[in-house]
């Protein structure tokens, strides 16, 4: 067997082997490979509903529908949140749609109603089915189903036997709480619908080796180098400053000079992203960069000019009102930059804002997915936008900027290319997309597949 590289994994985890990295075309394309995901996987697995603000009151719910299942999640008590199969135990209409508050769940088809908790409180003429089994209280209420939060994201499993969703989280919570994600809210949030499969979406945002080629506006303000991490079936990536040069110089494989006076570059690349991302920098910090310009003399040091542009966010926040995390710098080397929580949820953060996505299948079409964008932000407590929801049939009548624009052309792009007779497997990189290879370990454990083993 030949011998590929390592990646960067701690002690522990496994590297991919020679043949891991090949991924049979079929595990994108197949009808077969759905099904098992939908019998074996999604029914398995933690998956992210929305955050904890969208249901603020007693009665508050929010609705999530993966395949052929529809969860709701409502807040029952000030401190306590509940989540039922969205269906009527009658004759099977759906419950609730969207999101929005209610101090009673009825059925528009007959009638019955339920309390907030999910018990029957209502069956129109129950009287007819006098004598009959299979009619008590017990068997009329909603079938609950686990939820839990972390860090204002609410998460639900459809799996009585699953871990509980701090042991399947782990170690992400240990290395990336210290950013405090529970102290932000809205920004936007955004659903599209994308002509791909859902791992090709995810993949398309599990490594960060397509960025130098895909994002190459983003080598005027950024070194490309990067390296990942396995953690169990989740994954996290990053740019080791070893192998980078510093935030906001241009990339070494351009052969650009680092400019003397760094001030206008760091200015500019914060510029950059919120022009065309409106994410990852609060607009306070975006505002806050260009203190530079005016505060620094042209001679100061890069790192210097990193740091004083660091202090100047923090102390815009503080100014606000809305806060700063509290965290070290080790504590920032380990949380890395993006992480991959298995199998659906990708985020990426800065101090005070993030970026997270979420995907899944669209219906039983191996070849679209339902893709989310949230981009959130700290916002001084009280102040924050109202929460909106946009939803878009097609990605392209969406305004999603010219970075995410770039990543759903591949996105499509890529699942096109997968049904070419000339192309049998895709060749991950072992060593800048391990969290690929890593990600389709995971999905052949649920799915009971083997390495290498092709379906449908
Ligand atoms: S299906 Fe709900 S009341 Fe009949
Ligand atoms: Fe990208």
Request: net charge negative; glycine share 6%.
């Amino acid at each position: 067997m030949a011998t590929v590289r390592q990646d960067l994994s701690p002690p522990g985890a496994k590297s991919a082997s020679a043949a891991e990295f090949m991924l049979p075309k079929t595990l994108y394309l197949s009808r077969e490979v759905a099904e098992l995901e939908k019998r074996h996987l999604w029914p398995r697995v933690w998956q992210v509903v929305g955050r904890v603000e969208e249901l603020p009151a007693v009665g508050s719910y929010v609705t999530y529908d993966n395949l052929d299942e529809s969860i709701f999640v409502i807040r029952t008590a000030t401190d306590k949140l509940q989540a039922f199969h969205n269906v009527c135990s009658h004759r099977g209409r759906r419950l609730l749609d969207g999101s929005g508050k209610t101090q009673q769940i009825a059925c528009r088809f007959h009638g019955w109603r339920y309390n907030i908790d999910g018990r029957i409180q209502t069956v129109v003429e129950r009287g007819d089915w006098a004598g009959c089994p299979h009619m008590s209280d017990a068997d009329l209420s909603l079938k609950s189903v686990r939820v839990d939060t972390w860090q204002g994201w609410v998460f639900i499993n459809l799996d009585p036997n699953a871990p509980p969703l701090a042991k399947y989280l782990s170690p992400v919570p240990e290395r990336v709480d210290p950013y405090e994600f529970e102290k932000w809210r809205y920004r936007w949030h955004k659903a599209v619908i994308v002509q791909c499969n859902w791992k090709v979406a995810v993949e398309a945002f599990n490594e960060f080796y397509h960025v130098t080629a895909t994002h190459a506006q983003l080598q005027q303000y950024q070194d490309d180098i990067s390296r990942c991490e396995l953690h169990g079936d989740h994954s996290m990536m990053n740019y080791p400053p070893e192998l980078n040069r510093m935030w906001g110089a241009p990339a070494a494989r351009t052969g650009m000079p680092v400019p003397k006076d760094m001030r206008p570059q760091l200015v500019a690349g914060v510029d950059e992203f919120e022009r065309t991302l409106k994410a990852l920098w609060s607009p306070r910090a975006v505002a806050a960069t260009h203190r530079l310009m005016t505060e620094l003399p042209p001679d100061t040091p890069h790192e210097v000019a990193l740091g004083k542009m660091m202090q100047y966010w923090k102390e815009a926040a503080d100014a606000e009102g809305a806060g700063w995390p509290t965290i070290t710098p080790e504590q920032v080397a380990k949380a890395g930059y993006d992480w991959q929580v298995f199998p659906n949820f990708i985020f990426l953060m800065n101090f005070d804002a993030g970026l997270f996505y979420r995907i899944r299948p669209n219906g039983d079409d191996p070849g679209s997915c339902i893709f989310d964008i949230w981009s959130l932000v700290r916002y001084v407590p009280g102040a924050e936008p109202e929460i909106k929801h946009e939803f878009y049939e097609r990605w392209q009548d969406c305004e999603l900027g010219l970075i995410l624009t770039q990543d759903f052309l591949n996105m499509e792009h890529v699942q096109r290319g997968l049904k070419s007779s000339g192309f049998t497997h895709a060749r991950a990189n072992p060593l800048q997309e391990s969290p690929i290879i890593n990600f389709h370990r995971a999905v052949r454990k649920y799915l009971g597949i083997k390495e290498g083993e092709e379906l449908g």
